[in-house]
């Protein structure tokens, strides 16, 4: 079958193959005489590094390498970071040979610094405003230009996988979902004779935990109430019942009701959450393993039916149990999204997740590097969706690995890749020479239009519990207060790591503390190592100054 795509794309690009040729700086390609005298177009070559360590790394020459030279008019070499991403991008800056483009996470932080400090980025501000020659760089909004603006009034870093002006939004995306929220068992919700309604308060929902807790596993064994998943990251569904903001975890600053800002680890329900999620512990509702527990161990117990409730994240169970599920009577299927029970109080939820303008990922322009190439290749890939750019255009078979149905709505691979691409064997996809999707922009979102997928029972849970999250309003916008950047060498930049390890050590002692004189006790602790240890009161007064010079730049 592979045999068969190749052979047939190798004819088709017979006269293209004919005319790659090999990069040069000082232009991007060039013409020369066919063997009939005409002129054909050479395409320009360019190296791109990636710096990012979680990509694995696909083989060159691929059949989609080709595929995308045809459309954007540039081959591309690809070279991929497997280790620890500094070390490797500072052994990158100092071996002598820099690629065309680099691949990175940014603009704010550690490798823009490393970029410049090395002199090795090139300004590319003017290239934004070239509608003409970079259509879809010139699309790139004027908020997010801004943004990746360096300090230095040049802009280096072109950023990728974001909205471009004018972009078609009409396709839903899983990234408009919500993710974080409280999961009952519905079977269990009946054997004990309630309903959703009843859960719709805090005290409704631990009476159902009490209850619960009274039935049996599979297994034979008591069933456990509520279980929360590694790192006690379901803390932030139980901060959104509260009424925290937990957009940027415990650190993250936000306007209570239009007033001063505050981070949630400050707010009087912070401790309030961590008081209610010790009583569950303390009462044997949630799980005893909690505070060591590892992900795939607490999965396991919700792909068993070994556990009545889950607070946390929906990834852990669309990526477990659920994408294990052979049909919808498997006991994970039954864990259903519930609306965030009311607590006393509290008016409105706090939001736990959001959506933001600005990129996290982008491209550089190195010093040497074929330019013109280099953003013609950038501007096809920023204006292409990211099935384009991770496995050519879309097109029929053999030629082309995927093609959209009539409507244009959702797509499906072509018969004679199908069995490599849906393999789940990353190897098989590698021959191909699948490169990283995020250098497109966002208009399609590969996960809810694969036509493929529809009938999967993961889908179709994540699809009816993200949908439900969302209406809840689990999930809001980026403010400008949520992205201010860390000055360097300054407070926030080197204690966040002793913060967050003083995080870490006292969740777990407050969920164990075995009374409320113990648990106050560690509050205090906790309060004090805050300050002590992770400068907490310093680092406030520098956030808040550099959110005012940061707001006058950026307004949103």
């Known amino acids: 079958m592979k045999n068969k795509f190749f052979t047939a794309l190798m004819s088709s690009l017979l006269i293209f193959s004919l005319a790659a040729c090999t990069k040069t700086t000082e232009e991007t390609t060039k013409k020369q005489e066919d063997p009939k005298g005409e002129e054909v177009q050479e395409t320009a070559k360019i190296d791109v590094n990636v710096n990012i360590n979680w990509i694995p790394a696909v083989k060159n020459d691929g059949i989609f390498d080709e595929l995308r030279a045809e459309a954007s008019g540039v081959y591309t070499t690809w070279s991929y970071t497997q280790g620890d991403e500094a070390t490797a991008r500072r052994l990158l800056l100092t071996s002598g040979k820099l690629p065309d483009v680099f691949v990175g996470i940014g603009p704010k932080g550690d490798v823009e610094a490393d970029l410049l400090n090395a002199k090795a980025a090139e300004p590319i501000e003017e290239y934004l405003n070239m509608p003409d020659k970079y259509p879809n760089l010139a699309k790139i909004p004027d908020i997010v230009k801004k943004y990746v603006q360096n300090e230095d009034g040049h802009t280096y870093f072109i950023p990728t996988f974001i909205e471009l002006d004018g972009q078609d939004n009409n396709m839903e995306k899983f990234g408009d979902w919500g993710q974080m929220g409280f999961w009952v068992r519905t079977d269990v919700l009946e054997q004990v004779g309630m309903t959703k309604d009843d859960l719709a308060t805090m005290e409704g929902y631990e009476k159902f935990l009490r209850e619960a807790a009274k039935l049996k596993d599979p297994q034979g064994n008591p069933l456990i109430p509520l279980t929360i998943g590694q790192n006690f990251q379901g803390w932030r569904a139980v901060g959104s019942s509260f009424g925290l903001d937990t957009f940027n975890e415990a650190n993250g600053f936000s306007p209570y009701d239009g007033g001063d800002f505050v981070a949630a680890r400050d707010h009087e329900n912070y401790k309030a959450a961590w008081k209610w999620l ?22 396991q117990k919700i792909s068993t039916g070994s556990a009545a409730a889950y607070i946390g994240q929906m990834t852990d169970l669309a990526t477990g149990p659920w994408a294990a599920a052979k049909d919808m009577n498997d006991v994970s299927t039954k864990f259903e999204a519930i609306p965030f029970p ?57 030629k082309y690995a995927w093609n959209w149905s009539d409507d244009k709505q ?125 400068k907490w009161e310093e680092y406030k007064k520098e956030w808040k100054q550099e959110y005012e010079k940061w707001s006058q730049k950026m307004d949103y």
């Open 278 to 299: 010790n009583k569950m512990y303390q009462e044997g509702l949630l799980d005893k393993e909690a505070p060591t527990a590892k992900k795939e161990i607490t999965l």
């Open 342 to 398: 009311k607590v006393a109080g509290v008016d409105k939820i706090g939001a736990a997740e959001g959506s933001s303008p600005f990129p996290w990922v982008g491209v550089y322009i190195m010093k040497g590097a074929d330019m013109e190439a280099s953003l013609k290749y950038i501007d096809w890939a920023l204006g292409s969706d990211l099935m384009t750019v991770k496995f050519g255009p879309a097109g029929d078979g053999p």
């Open 410 to 534: 959702t797509w499906s691979f072509n018969d004679e890749v199908v069995a490599d691409l849906t393999s789940g064997d990353v190897n098989r996809e590698q021959e191909y020479g699948a490169q990283p999707w995020f250098l497109a922009n966002t208009s399609v979102d590969d996960v809810t239009t694969n036509k493929s997928t529809w009938e999967k029972v993961s889908f179709k849970l994540n699809q009816k519990n993200g949908r439900f999250l969302r209406d809840l309003g689990v999930s809001r916008e980026n403010h400008n207060y949520d992205s201010v950047p860390v000055l360097k060498g300054g407070v926030v930049e080197k204690y966040t790591p002793a913060i967050n390890d003083i995080e870490t050590e006292y969740r777990a002692k407050f969920l164990v503390a075995k009374n409320e004189k113990e648990f106050e006790s560690t509050w205090e602790k906790y309060r004090k190592d805050l300050n002590d240890k992770g």
